[in-house]
């Protein structure tokens, strides 16, 4: 089972992460520190104490802005051990995912926190630690105050496909029709939802995506790959690993020196090669249709 350090400086807010992070059957013990320098005073000790030590962190829940040192800085310090705990950052601001995730961050809780997506970061760092070798808790989901067990067992954001990809697409142009018009997006607990017509283009950011429009963008934890099967029919396609564009808002494509870019808006993005030559047919067939 997992031991747990929650970093926080405003104590109401560390206290309810930690009644839920005490009340997952996963969590062995959860502990609270309330700044920077008590969280890496507690992280070496654990660290001296070795991997069966009284004091063993097994994962850090770690918020990102704190007075002295930020979550990130503490990250970058603990990157430099051989042997550091996993980090889950919960935060309200969602503009530091990418940097989380370069810091090998096992997942990316934006507050306010909600028991069924702490419930599955808790899962994550239970997969990644090795603890789940151990005997695991037969009713883990259900522990989770006020959470249903089937709904405390899945992911943040709509589900994923389980039919195979090649299903998927052959499905797509039947079910367009009764495909949601908007997704929603979070920020700082307020839900908004963005038309998918809206949408220029989606960046993948680890295990999120960054939705691009004219106004702004706004970040949602579905995998790129999702979005490109539940999209396919609305006329996204896929340009790059990183990049799936709405093929009618590409503006310009442009070849040079062997490397092929779009441009979408004011953006330009690389398209690789092994995309070129069907991109180029799907805009030829649109210009000529």
Request: aromatic share 4%; hydrophobic share 50%; net charge negative.
């Given at each position: 089972?997992?031991?747990?350090?929650?970093?926080?400086?405003?104590?109401?807010?560390?206290?309810?992460?930690?009644?839920?992070?005490?009340?997952?059957?996963?969590?062995?013990?959860?502990?609270?520190?309330?700044?920077?320098?008590?969280?890496?005073?507690?992280?070496?000790?654990?660290?001296?104490?070795?991997?069966?030590?009284?004091?063993?962190?097994?994962?850090?829940?770690?918020?990102?802005?704190?007075?002295?040192?930020?979550?990130?800085?503490?990250?970058?310090?603990?990157?430099?051990?051989?042997?550091?705990?996993?980090?889950?950052?919960?935060?309200?601001?969602?503009?530091?995912?990418?940097?989380?995730?370069?810091?090998?961050?096992?997942?990316?809780?934006?507050?306010?926190?909600?028991?069924?997506?702490?419930?599955?970061?808790?899962?994550?760092?239970?997969?990644?630690?090795?603890?789940?070798?151990?005997?695991?808790?037969?009713?883990?989901?259900?522990?989770?105050?006020?959470?249903p067990a089937a709904r405390a067992a899945l992911p943040e954001?709509?589900?994923?496909?389980?039919?195979?990809?090649?299903?998927?697409?052959?499905?797509?142009?039947?079910?367009?029709?009764?495909?949601?018009?908007?997704?929603?997006?979070?920020?700082?607990?307020?839900?908004?939802?963005?038309?998918?017509?809206?949408?220029?283009?989606?960046?993948?950011?680890?295990?999120?995506?960054?939705?691009?429009?004219?106004?702004?963008?706004?970040?949602?934890?579905?995998?790129?790959?999702?979005?490109?099967?539940?999209?396919?029919?609305?006329?996204?396609?896929?340009?790059?690993?990183?990049?799936?564009?709405?093929?009618?808002?590409?503006?310009?494509?442009?070849?040079?020196?062997?490397?092929?870019?779009?441009?979408?808006?004011?953006?330009?993005?690389?398209?690789?090669?092994?995309?070129?030559?069907?991109?180029?047919?799907?805009?030829?067939?649109?210009?000529?249709?």
């Open positions: 089972m997992l031991r747990v350090l929650a970093v926080d400086d405003e104590k109401p807010l560390l206290e309810e992460l930690l009644y839920l992070l005490r009340s997952d059957p996963r969590v062995l013990s959860a502990e609270g520190a309330s700044d920077a320098t008590e969280a890496l005073r507690r992280i070496t000790r654990a660290l001296e104490s070795g991997p069966d030590g009284a004091d063993v962190i097994d994962v850090v829940f770690l918020d990102i802005h704190m007075a002295g040192l930020t979550g990130l800085d503490i990250a970058r310090l603990l990157a430099g051990f051989a042997r550091p705990p996993l980090i889950v950052f919960v935060t309200a601001h969602e503009g530091f995912a990418v940097q989380a995730f370069d810091l090998k961050a096992v997942d990316y809780v934006l507050k306010p926190v909600r028991p069924e997506r702490l419930a599955e970061a808790v899962r994550r760092a239970w997969a990644q630690s090795g603890r789940s070798a151990e005997q695991p808790p037969a009713a883990a989901p259900e522990a989770v105050p006020g959470v954001g709509p589900a994923a496909p389980v039919a195979p990809a090649a299903a998927a697409a052959a499905s797509a142009a039947r079910g367009a029709d009764r495909a949601p018009e908007q997704i929603a997006v979070e920020l700082g607990g307020v839900t908004r939802f963005v038309a998918i017509a809206d949408i220029a283009y989606v960046e993948a950011q680890g295990d999120y995506a960054r939705l691009h429009t004219e106004e702004g963008s706004h970040l949602v934890r579905i995998p790129l790959s999702t979005l490109e099967e539940r999209w396919a029919a609305r006329g996204f396609v896929r340009i790059h690993r990183r990049h799936l564009v709405a093929l009618a808002r590409i503006d310009e494509l442009r070849l040079d020196a062997g490397t092929t870019t779009v441009r979408v808006g004011t953006a330009e993005l690389q398209v690789s090669r092994r995309h070129t030559r069907e991109l180029r047919d799907l805009l030829m067939r649109q210009a000529m249709g």
